[in-house]
């Protein structure tokens, strides 16, 4: 039996929160740290002892995985400020280029044709590997679209490092979804907000296996 990865979520708010609460019904221990010390511990508390709340530098080093829950410009930020303590580690990107427009909903903030996962990889410390995943779906689907049986909804991924697949599926799967590999880096775009493979997309509402392959395909070079 494989040991899994220690894995750190950093950033508590809807996305991280989701993210450590399906882990956490899972039985999956997940290191939590945010904003605060006390907000790491609230939810450490409320998830219950598989929650182990920690400092942003602390838990990158003790944590094999960090998922970034943050919002796209505080990821360059993290990872410019912990280069040295990300160095080796699998970085997780859900992060969404957008912000608030002036009609009550959201724009982009990047160019029409550029990804943040493509961004962050540029950015990437020395030595990490980085995956685009846990970011395709609201956080109200990521914690209502978890565990459906018998037919798991799918949350997509995409990465340059295939050495990675297995963690990346196997956190996945430990979040109630199933995986489905888009392709590298530079198919980011796709399942971000606008994405045809985004819930705020084309995609338009979470999807099972069966229904994805085909949309997968059909777009993919």
């Known amino acids: 039996m494989t040991t899994k990865s220690k894995i750190a979520v950093i ?3 809807n996305i991280g929160k989701a993210v450590a609460t399906n882990l956490v019904k899972s ?8 904003r605060t010390a006390e907000k790491a511990s609230a939810v450490a508390k409320e998830l219950g002892q598989l929650a182990k709340p920690a400092e942003i530098i602390a838990a990158i080093k003790e944590a094999d995985t960090i998922v970034l829950a943050v919002w796209f410009s505080t990821i360059k930020e993290i990872l410019g400020t912990y280069a040295n303590e990300l160095k080796g580690k699998i970085i997780i990107d859900p992060s969404n280029p957008i912000a608030p427009d002036e009609k009550g ?3 982009k903030i990047i160019g029409e044709n550029e990804s943040a996962g493509e961004i962050i990889a540029s950015l990437l410390p020395a030595g990490a590997k980085l995956a685009k995943a846990l970011g395709t779906l609201g956080a109200a689907s990521l914690s209502n679209a978890a565990f459906q049986k018998p037919a798991a909804n799918v949350l997509f991924y995409a990465t340059d490092d295939s050495s990675i697949n297995a963690v990346i599926e196997e956190l996945i799967h430990d979040t109630g979804f199933e995986p489905l590999r888009v392709g590298g880096i530079d198919q980011s775009i ?3 907000v606008f994405g045809d493979l985004h819930e705020f997309g084309a995609l338009g509402k979470p999807v099972t296996v069966a229904q994805a392959e085909e949309k997968v395909a059909a777009q993919q070079d």
Do not use: S, T
């Not at 039985?27 to 945010?34: D, E, F, S, T």
């Open 105 to 107: 909903g959201f724009k």
């Open 190 to 192: 796709r399942i971000e």
């Open 11 to 13: 950033g508590l708010g």
């Open 27 to 34: 039985n999956r221990p997940v290191i939590l740290a945010g």
